[in-house]
């Protein structure tokens, strides 16, 4: 299903902890995305990476961080720095300029 | 960098009728324009999309349409059914290259 997976689906967090949500793609795509989704505030872009070993931050980067160490995966650190990390978190991956970006289902992250 | 605005919010129809969802960008040199519609606990996916060269797009009932000169453009459903309820989202291609969304419009369709 899709060629973008992310995991896990559902992440509980403490207060305080760092937690890494996975993204990888099949799709041998260039560009991968982090969206963070709020109730009525639609999709806000995290980090962005163009191509490997290279990435950029986005509208919301604070309390956030990312690797690219390859083409395949883009793996998102929620630091303790991020101060209010309950959200819906998506993935996305689009292969050039101007064309579809598809979504990973997305994980849900609940700090307790 | 680009801002894009989407209205209305929230939109509730009967069933057959037809749903318009508009949305406003800022930056000119955006060109590119895709809607994802977003069903509960789901991922985004791509309905219909419309680049800067062409002012209408269709796809069996739903059709795109863009007036770059006003910098907006909208989303229309005809026929409507139950199925379409979800969450539509329009976006624009930004200056650096990334997708900039509207925040969303909920489509109630009422049997």
């Known amino acids: 299903d899709g060629g973008i997976t992310q995991s896990p689906k559902y992440l509980f967090r403490k207060e305080g902890q760092n937690v890494t949500l996975s993204c990888e793609q099949n799709?041998?795509?260039?560009?991968m995305y982090w969206y963070r989704q709020d109730p009525g505030q639609g999709l806000r872009l995290i980090y962005y990476s163009q191509i490997v070993n290279d990435f950029q931050k986005g509208d919301i980067a604070e309390g956030y961080s990312v690797s690219r160490e390859k083409k395949e995966s883009f793996p998102l650190t929620v630091t303790s720095a991020q101060k209010n990390p309950t959200a819906f978190y998506l993935c996305?991956?689009?292969?050039?300029?101007?064309?579809?970006?598809?979504f990973g289902q997305g994980t849900r992250l609940t700090v307790v | 960098g680009e801002n894009v605005e989407q209205h209305p919010s929230t939109l509730s129809v009967q069933e057959g009728d037809s749903a318009v969802i508009k949305c406003t960008y800022s930056d000119s040199a955006s060109n590119y324009f895709p809607w994802y519609k977003q069903e509960l606990g789901k991922r985004p996916q791509l309905i219909i999309d419309i680049r800067s060269n062409v002012g209408e797009k269709k796809d069996q009932r739903i059709a795109v349409t863009l007036n770059k000169t006003a910098k907006h453009f909208s989303l229309h459903i005809t026929e409507t059914q139950p199925e379409d309820s979800a969450v539509y989202f329009c976006?624009?291609?930004?200056?650096?290259?990334?997708?900039?969304f509207g925040k969303g419009t909920m489509l109630l369709v009422s049997p």
């Open positions: 799709l041998n795509h260039d560009a």
């Open positions: 996305a991956s689009s292969g050039q300029l101007n064309t579809e970006a598809f």
């Open positions: 976006a624009g291609l930004s200056g650096y290259s990334t997708l900039t």
